[in-house]
């Protein structure tokens, strides 16, 4: 009993040598043919980094005293503790989430 009171918290094996493992191991299943779209991933990968979508909207904006936020003519409810403080609301095409 005594001796495992004292490993506890030991590592039994190196985490780095996992780690490069884990890459190497991802370099050879990115040059695989993928079933549907019949093109490596990587392949794939490269061409849509040509194409970054576009970053959501951000506003910081401060919770009335009712707990309501406006933003684009509407109106956001927000939890009770974040009254008075500042959130942030994201707005994509067809969603605005509040945070």
Do not use: W
Request: proline share 6%.
């Amino acid at each position: 009993m005594r001796q495992n009171a004292q490993r506890r918290g030991c590592l039994l094996k190196p985490f780095h040598g996992e780690r490069r493992k884990g890459l190497n191991g991802r370099e050879r299943v990115d040059v695989r043919q993928h079933r549907e779209t019949k093109e490596r991933p990587i392949d794939r990968h490269r061409r849509e980094l040509k194409f970054p979508l576009p970053l959501p909207n951000r506003h910081g904006k401060v919770a009335d005293v009712e707990g309501n936020v406006a933003y684009d003519s509407n109106s956001y409810s927000v939890p009770c503790i974040r009254i008075g403080g500042l959130v942030v609301v994201r707005a994509t095409g067809d969603k605005t989430m509040v945070q």
